[in-house]
């Protein structure tokens, strides 16, 4: 069964720096795809980024863009320039090719401070 | 923007009672889920509904859960006999199509269970 591991339980940054929140995943198969989720506080769990693990390159929304290392099993999320609204839990997931459940990370709760 | 609403927002009931937590998933979307978040544990999925059948469930869906779209616009989790066990956040979730489509997700019915 695949397993998502985030080992950053929270985090803390400014307002304007950038943070890199950590995803592993454990998979035998060869293509799938990784997804990051964002729930602010009180509000419902929405799509930040998603990537298709057979594109080499690494997908970029604005100012979140990901690091996708496949050899490795690792999915991390960068946002850059963080603003306050950043803050919320971020949710890093899994989905099997053909399949349509997300296996879901514990989670970041990532606070921007002013 | 569409959403994906749910009622009620926080449900108190007492073991061995029936529930059924409502959902209006996206109008024009094909696929449904539901997921559930213990406090303190992983989002996990639940059941992937489509063309008014299951098509994907987990370990955890046994046969005291059951999900139904009664009409157009409703989709329903039904709880046949409440556990403590099963208190939990319930997310219900939408898609146009399943795989790298987003899923859209609700804001959540918290089940108490005493």
């Known amino acids: 069964a695949q397993t998502v591991t985030q080992s950053q339980p929270e985090m803390s940054v400014q307002e304007a720096e950038t943070v890199t929140l950590s995803c592993t995943y454990d998979t035998s198969e060869n293509n799938y795809y990784l997804f990051w989720y964002k729930q602010p506080p009180s509000r419902q769990m929405i799509l930040v980024i998603r990537?298709?693990?057979?594109?080499?390159q690494n997908a970029t929304e604005n100012r979140f863009s990901v690091n996708f290392q496949k050899a490795a099993k690792s999915f991390s999320l960068k946002i850059s320039d963080s603003q306050l609204g950043d803050t919320a839990m971020y949710f890093c997931?899994?989905?099997?090719?053909?399949?349509?459940?997300?296996?879901f990370g514990q989670g970041t709760r990532l606070t921007i401070n002013p | 923007e569409p959403e994906v609403t749910q009622t009620p927002s926080h449900q108190v009931t007492q073991m061995g009672q029936e529930v059924i937590l409502r959902c209006v998933p996206i109008s024009n979307h094909l696929y449904f889920y539901w997921y559930r978040q213990i406090l303190g544990q992983k989002v996990e999925f639940l059941v992937s509904?489509?063309?008014?059948?299951?098509?994907?469930k987990s370990e955890i869906f046994d046969d005291q859960f059951s999900v139904e779209r009664p009409d157009g616009s409703n989709f329903t989790l039904k709880i046949r006999s409440t556990k403590l066990e099963d208190s939990a956040m319930y997310f219900c979730?939408?898609?146009?199509?399943?795989?790298?489509?987003?899923?859209?997700f609700g804001p959540g019915t918290r089940l108490t269970v005493t």
């Open positions: 990537q298709e693990a057979y594109k080499q």
């Open positions: 979730a939408s898609s146009r199509d399943r795989g790298f489509y987003e899923q859209y």
């Open positions: 509904f489509y063309n008014n059948e299951i098509s994907e």
């Open positions: 997931a899994f989905m099997n090719l053909g399949a349509q459940k997300l296996v």
